[in-house]
């Protein structure tokens, strides 16, 4: 037997090991403790410290019982830290803040001074004072203001008590108001740890779509975590994963990209925090079934509460849809994405090489090139780019193709392939000649230096590429002259996409036509099946479509996608006559009868105009009923087209009757139904719009020369035998104008650039209404700051929904304090200064670092405000209370506070160009006198220590009101006029009043020296302007 004294010091300070037959096997000098990082906290090994080791060594009758075994080097010894990192050091700063106050022992920057290593003074300041601002610590400290200290309230005790991050047990407190605690649990868990989404290498782009089609067109990673996490467990609770297959539980969890440890552990952290919030009096009730988009939105409310003040609003410039315009040129902007870099002589030879590098994410690309640029356009058709059915399409306009084209310059190891082998200039020379073709005086092409390409390309500015060439024609638009278009509807995609074709040509013959010669065809056995290893993309064909009754007929239709497998060969195929789309076995398709190979195309994309989704949708697509009722109201029925615009292939509509009714019009019955609100249309419609409606004489005679346009796909190019030279370009992008740029709302971080971090599912985020005009805004979970203190990167985003005023509301519902502003004139509110407060003394903010200014965008009122603080009275009543609250109250309050809220947002308002306030950032700007101070005296047990702090309102002035103050103003001036003319002395008695400052005037010299003073003159301005 070894003696003690031999022990390595090597040991495990909390005693676990495992023992065999009387042997004790140590496992190393580790020790579990709570790690921390930026962004989530786990349990982790550490060393242990020498001190521990020496206690021991020193106590032989510890280990007395069992043989001991050295498992480690002596050598290792030196590697141990004389002493463990104390657990003060080591807890972060806020939850040793709350502790201390728990204690009551004074303040806290008092007692932290009797640590031997006690936190910075500045640290210490900075953690109260954001403790004051998430609610966890008053304002003021037993009475009186304190920036050092504040009274404990009841979301403190809370936070304090729970073992997450302050801001996720505020998400949890406040998810317990609004009636969505276990949501609010689950994903306070999922945030706290690693996130269970994986990220496996070289499988980046399916890894991200999968996070994204967990979010449910969310936007929000908040919610696509907690998404993932219900249905494991609703598979776990049902038994799913115990069926034959002991792997089947992991087979899910690599289909899905989920780690199954880390959603474990979420698991388990789940029910630690439902065990420690029963000790605090906070459990979940049976509460009414909410609907699921209900419940979305409220938990997002609940972030922007619990995340506040990490709101970012969307950063756009005043010409925001010009220069998005000019940027693309002209291209449809939903669609399209640029790359640059190319060489600007020859941007058409590398054609093939740019499909390869977005071969991943859409075989139909279309592509134009313009100088150094290159429009990268994808189909507006559903893509199967993905070909798992865990996947879905991001909803929106946009193409999910053009998201993962975004995502591929996020990815370092992509980003980096994103680039082309030049050719030599012999080989460029020769290539453009052949798709050009031979040019007058070409050797003037040339310089000293070799092929230039300046007469090569002729006058052809603007190149098209496609993949194949199609053999049939496009659908015929209406012209410019029509206004009006009767149409018959063959296909609805949702409820404002359907497609149509006219009734006004012979559409319906050649569709009749078209069918008769497809059907004998195929009875016949005349058209031959196409050769599945000799399909191509943009190819016609005839494809198999299956009704409901699986009855297979044939229609004409081009391959959009080529889908193959280890089994067999699958496309994706657009059937031009109808719209849909369909998957098919490559097997199936036949060849086109040449009799119907000259008529176009007879399928034309229809929106319906100036309407949009209800702004409550948290999904960003319209309603599933809405979708159902426009297919049962418009399929296979005719209708009265009233032609709004015609842009990129689209035609926007009103859909009227075949009466033409336009009060009986589709769009108008939708927002009667309550499915749509009226929006305005983009940039590019309104021109068009404009344009039909003053030229739509002269266009009788316009036409788009596209004899620019040349088709790489009729040349045959022989990689093998081209002539590359040894330089490579990186080309720049893909970009988007679309892509979100956000800017933040705080003043310290109003000049920092922002980034969102590339996991998140808002990293591609789009802006879906360039033309709406009320602001977006976006709420971060955690962010972190660059070393050079000049960006911050935001983790765990949640996009807000796009409902006009609801970044005013959220930030009015959920500050600890504002001031509002009003106009010059004092009869609307502009604006408000949000913040943690002001001294009352110095007036000066108390944390000036996280203060918003911020200008209202809608006209905010007086019962906006009422409502506001009848939302943070109930808040405050429910904190209040605390654990005394009975459950029959809490429910009737959290459904009170859901109808206020949501009665908040559904309200109807109207854009309002933003006023700039004078004095921003200034607090303490209304007079004590023109303040409206609401009165909560006896409503809370400690009116000091109130979370949220009723907000005043300001005297407003009517324009009536105005009007008659203008006219005393003048009345005054011409009365001061008249006497100094008459030369009447000073102390001659007027006996007037100052109605606008309300001051008796006694004598004519204290007429002028009222007039004259800079308080007139201040007041005198407001009104005037």
């Given amino acids: 037997m070894i003696r003690i004294a031999d022990i390595d010091m090597n040991v495990i300070s909390c005693w676990k090991a495992f023992t065999i037959a009387n042997a004790v096997f140590i496992k190393g000098a580790k020790e579990n403790q709570l790690l921390y990082s930026p962004s989530h906290q786990c349990l982790g090994s550490t060393v242990c410290e020498v001190r521990f080791c020496l206690i021991l060594k020193a106590n032989p009758k510890l280990l007395a019982n069992y043989r001991r075994y050295r498992t480690t080097d002596r050598k290792a010894n030196l590697a141990l830290p004389p002493y463990a990192t104390p657990e003060l050091c080591r807890t972060p700063l806020s939850h040793v803040v709350l502790k201390t106050k728990i204690l009551d022992m004074g303040e806290p920057r008092a007692l932290l001074a009797l640590a031997i290593d006690p936190p910075n003074l500045a640290d210490i300041n900075r953690t109260i004072l954001n403790l004051k601002q998430m609610g966890a610590l008053a304002i003021k400290s037993k009475g009186r203001e304190c920036c050092l200290d504040g009274d404990l309230t009841y979301l ?111 698991h388990k952290l789940v029910q630690e925090l439902q065990k420690r919030l029963e000790k605090v009096k906070i459990c979940m009730f049976n509460a009414d079934n909410y609907p699921k988009s209900d419940q979305s939105i409220v938990l997002k409310l609940c972030m922007a509460s619990a995340f506040f003040p990490y709101y970012y609003k969307r950063n756009v410039t005043d010409d925001y849809e010009k220069e998005m315009d000019r940027e693309l040129s002209g291209h449809d902007p939903f ?46 058709t559903r893509s199967a780019v993905n070909k798992e059915e865990h996947f879905q399409d991001i909803p929106g306009e946009c193409p999910t193709a053009m ?8 990815i370092p190891r992509i980003q980096k392939s994103i680039v082309i082998r030049l050719f030599s200039s012999e080989e460029s020379r020769i290539k453009m000649t052949e798709i050009l073709g031979e040019i007058e005086d070409l050797n003037q092409g040339k310089d000293q230096k070799g092929f230039t390409g300046k007469k090569i390309l002729g006058r ?140 176009p195309m007879l399928a034309v994309e229809c929106m319906l105009a100036e309407i949009k989704p ?46 033409g009714s336009a009060k009986n019009s589709i769009n108008e019955t939708l927002i009667q139904m309550g499915y749509a609100v009226r929006a305005e249309e983009f940039y590019l419609s309104k021109q068009n719009h404009q344009l039909r409606a003053i030229y739509s004489r002269e266009f009788d005679n316009f036409f788009v020369d596209d004899s620019s346009s040349v088709s790489c796909s009729t040349y045959s190019f022989n990689s093998k035998n081209l002539n590359y030279s040894r330089s490579r370009v990186q080309l720049k992008g893909p970009d988007s104008p679309l892509l979100l740029r956000f800017v933040a709302l705080t003043r310290s971080g109003h000049t920092k650039g922002v980034k969102i971090e590339p996991s998140s599912v808002n990293s591609t985020a789009l802006d879906l209404e360039p033309q709406n005009k009320h602001d977006r805004f976006l709420v ?13 990167t935001l983790r765990n985003t949640t996009l807000m929904p796009s409902i006009p005023g609801i970044m005013t509301m959220c930030l009015l519902l959920f500050c600890p304090a504002a001031e509002l502003r009003a106009s010059k004139d004092a ?123 009723l907000h005043s309102g300001i005297v407003l002035r009517t324009k009536s009101t105005n009007n008659k103050l203008k006219a005393d103003i003048m009345e005054l001036r011409s009365l001061e006029q008249r006497l100094g003319a008459e030369g009447t002395p000073v102390v001659e008695a007027v006996n007037v009043e100052c109605t606008l400052c309300e001051m008796f005037l006694k004598t004519y010299g204290n007429l002028q020296s009222h007039l004259a003073s800079n308080a007139h003159f201040q007041n005198e301005m407001k009104i005037m302007s």
């Fill in 403 to 410: 998201h993962l084209a975004l995502k591929m310059r996020q």
């Fill in 156 to 266: 403190g005790r809370v936070i304090a008590a729970l073992p997450v991050d302050p801001h996720l047990a505020k998400l949890i407190v406040m998810g317990h108001m609004f009636g969505c605690e276990r949501e609010a649990i689950i994903i306070a868990a999922g945030l706290s740890l690693k996130s269970f989404h994986a990220r496996p290498f070289q499988d980046e782009l399916n890894a991200f779509l999968s996070k994204v089609s967990w979010a449910y067109g969310s936007f929000s990673d908040c919610l696509a975590l907690l998404n993932a996490y219900d249905l494991w467990q609703g598979m776990q609770l049902r038994g799913e994963f115990l069926r034959p297959g002991a792997s089947r539980e992991k087979e899910w969890a690599k289909h899905s990209y989920i780690e199954l440890d880390s959603i474990r552990e979420v």
């Fill in 827 to 949: 009869t609307t509110y502009t604006g408000a200064l949000i913040g943690v407060g002001a001294d009352s003394q110095t007036r000066s903010s108390l944390y000036p670092e996280e203060d918003i200014e911020m200008a209202f965008d809608i006209n905010f009122t007086e019962d906006d405000l009422l409502m506001i603080n009848e939302v943070r009275f109930l808040m405050n009543i429910m904190i209040d209370e605390g654990e005394e609250i009975p459950s029959d109250k809490q429910l009737r309050l959290q459904k009170k506070l859901r109808l206020l809220v949501f009665r908040l947002l559904e309200k109807k308002r109207e854009y309002k160009e933003p006023e700039a306030y004078l004095n921003a950032y200034h607090w303490k700007m209304i007079p004590e006198e023109d303040l409206l101070k609401p009165d909560t005296k006896g409503c809370f047990n400690n009116p000091e220590a109130v979370v949220f702090p």
């Fill in 780 to 792: 971060a979970s955690f962010i972190t700051l660059n070393p050079s203190e000049l960006d911050v």
């Fill in 335 to 380: 669609t399209t994405v640029v790359v640059s870099g190319l060489p600007s002589e020859t941007n058409i030879l590398y054609d093939d090489q740019i499909r390869n590098i977005f071969r991943d994410c859409s075989q139909n690309l279309k592509i134009s090139y313009e100088g150094s640029k290159a429009y990268i356009q994808f189909p507006r």
């Fill in 460 to 599: 052809g500015r603007m190149r098209l590429t496609k993949p194949v060439e199609c053999t049939l024609r496009p659908p015929v638009m209406p012209s410019p002259a029509n206004h009006v278009w009767r149409i018959h509807v063959t296909h609805v995609e949702n409820a404002a996409s359907f497609w149509a074709i006219s009734n006004e040509t012979h559409a319906l013959k050649d569709l009749s036509f078209i069918q008769t010669c497809v059907e004998t065809a195929v009875s016949q056995n005349t058209t031959p099946f196409l050769d599945p290893d000799d399909i191509n993309v943009g190819q016609i064909c005839l494809a198999p479509f299956r009704d409901l009754e699986f009855v297979c007929s044939f229609y004409r239709a081009r391959i959009d996608e080529v889908i193959k497998t280890s089994e067999d060969v699958k496309v994706m195929v657009y059937f031009v006559d109808y719209g849909n789309v369909d998957t098919v076995k490559a097997s199936e398709l036949r060849i086109v009868p040449k009799s119907i190979q000259g008529i």
């Fill in 614 to 659: 209800i702004s409550k949708s948290t999904t960003a697509v319209w309603d599933e009923r809405a979708s159902l009722w426009l297919k049962n109201r418009t399929l296979n029925q005719d209708f009265i087209a009233q032609i709004y615009s015609v842009v990129h292939g689209v035609v926007r509509v009103h859909l009227l009757p075949p009466d």
